[in-house]
């Protein structure tokens, strides 16, 4: 291999590595409570349960259900039949495309009325921040609870948005007559449109809420343009070393991980008992070449940095 190949490949093997760490990420939990009752939701059934909670992250370039369309056939299957066969290949398209980050799927069905579903560990990035999930009202003609393209990320503050609430009102997907809590329908005839129908006439819903949706944020990752911009962790000599670095601001600091330029982690270092406003890290033992430092603190949150070893 001629040294300008050498050179080549470092060069793209860097631009990958960055490309890796360059998006901000955040892992929330995603919970969702039911308020399905017969006080504001009509008589319920003996068999009332919820399908399971299916859904994706996804980018704005995708739109999976809007008040207003129709459904696909994917929304069509778990708004009647709580099937998610179709609504996943829907999903798996705009992976495949680029337009989504993964299918979501609370497998805990059937679940009572009154119940509650959770989706843990939720791993998104700025590529894929907007959150669609859907699961039907069980039995029902084509109902079904959903939120459409909620975006994770606060573009006014620029950062991941902390923990927050969001009511979930019933939605009839326009697929299937019916105004009662059974499954034996005649398909609508032509297909309408999905339509809020809280407090609608002729539903057995009133204008009040059928769940909630807890997004609980865990934990942030910073770009690393993120962190060029903040004042608050120091790393230094930066970006070049040769092999000792001293951080600075680092009683809060809990673990530093390196990662190479093909993304394995190489390293990782520990801190308890953490007292020291300075930390000098020896990295002698490494290669020279490009690396990716991530810090993290001790209430989870992970700060990136490049890092160059002579």
């Not at 994917?74 to 009647?80: K, L, P, Q, Y």
């Not at 997907?173 to 339509?195: H, K, L, M, R």
């Given at each position: 291999?001629?040294?300008?190949t050498?050179s080549?490949?470092?060069?793209?093997?860097?631009?990958?590595v960055?490309?890796?760490?360059?998006?901000?990420?955040?892992?929330?939990?995603?919970?969702?409570?039911?308020?399905?009752?017969?006080?504001?939701?009509?008589?319920?059934?003996?068999?009332?349960?919820?399908?399971?909670?299916?859904?994706?992250?996804?980018?704005?370039?995708?739109?999976?259900?809007?008040?207003?369309s129709?459904?696909t056939l994917?929304?069509?299957?778990?708004?009647?039949r709580?099937?998610?066969?179709?609504?996943?290949?829907?999903?798996?398209?705009?992976?495949?495309?680029?337009?989504?980050?993964?299918?979501l799927?609370q497998?805990?069905?059937?679940?009572?009325?009154?119940?509650?579903?959770?989706?843990?560990?939720?791993?998104?990035?700025?590529?894929?921040?907007?959150?669609?999930?859907?699961?039907?009202?069980?039995?029902s003609?084509?109902?079904?609870?959903?939120?459409?393209?909620?975006?994770?990320?606060?573009?006014?503050n620029?950062?991941?948005?902390?923990?927050?609430?969001?009511?979930l009102?019933?939605?009839d997907?326009?697929?299937?007559?019916?105004?009662?809590?059974?499954?034996?329908?005649?398909?609508?005839?032509?297909?309408?449109?999905?339509?809020n129908?809280?407090?609608?006439?002729?539903?057995?819903?009133?204008?009040?809420?059928?769940?909630?949706?807890?997004?609980?944020l865990?934990?942030?990752?910073l770009?690393?343009?993120d962190?060029?911009?903040?004042?608050?962790?120091?790393l230094?000599?930066?970006?070049n070393?040769?092999?000792?670095?001293?951080?600075?601001?680092?009683?809060?600091?809990?673990?530093?991980?390196?990662?190479?330029?093909?993304?394995?982690?190489?390293?990782?270092?520990?801190?308890?008992?953490?007292?020291?406003?300075?930390?000098?890290?020896?990295?002698?033992?490494?290669?020279?070449?490009?690396?990716?430092?991530?810090?993290t603190?001790?209430?989870?949150t992970?700060?990136?940095k490049?890092?160059?070893?002579?």
């Open positions: 291999m001629t040294k300008t050498l080549f490949t470092f060069s793209l093997l860097t631009l990958a960055c490309s890796l760490f360059a998006q901000s990420t955040a892992t929330y939990d995603i919970s969702f409570t039911s308020t399905w009752n017969s006080t504001d939701h009509g008589t319920l059934p003996s068999s009332a349960h919820w399908s399971d909670l299916v859904g994706a992250n996804h980018n704005s370039n995708i739109t999976f259900w809007e008040v207003g129709m459904a994917g929304i069509e299957e778990v708004a009647e709580g099937v998610n066969t179709d609504f996943n290949l829907e999903v798996q398209a705009a992976i495949n495309a680029g337009n989504a980050g993964q299918w799927q497998e805990f069905a059937p679940f009572a009325a009154i119940s509650t579903a959770t989706l843990s560990d939720i791993t998104v990035s700025q590529d894929f921040p907007l959150l669609t999930l859907v699961s039907m009202i069980a039995p003609p084509d109902w079904m609870i959903a939120i459409n393209g909620l975006n994770l990320w606060d573009t006014t620029n950062n991941w948005k902390d923990t927050f609430t969001v009511d009102f019933p939605y997907a326009g697929t299937e007559d019916g105004f009662g809590y059974s499954t034996n329908n005649a398909a609508t005839v032509p297909q309408g449109v999905i339509t129908i809280a407090g609608a006439s002729g539903y057995p819903f009133n204008s009040e809420k059928i769940g909630i949706l807890t997004i609980t865990k934990s942030s990752s770009s690393i343009d962190f060029d911009n903040q004042n608050t962790i120091e230094y000599p930066n970006p070393t040769t092999g000792k670095v001293t951080i600075s601001n680092a009683t809060a600091l809990s673990e530093i991980s390196m990662y190479d330029v093909l993304g394995k982690k190489v390293k990782q270092i520990k801190f308890t008992n953490n007292t020291n406003d300075q930390k000098v890290v020896d990295l002698t033992d490494l290669k020279q070449g490009i690396y990716i430092i991530r810090l603190n001790n209430s989870g992970v700060e990136s490049r890092l160059i070893i002579n």
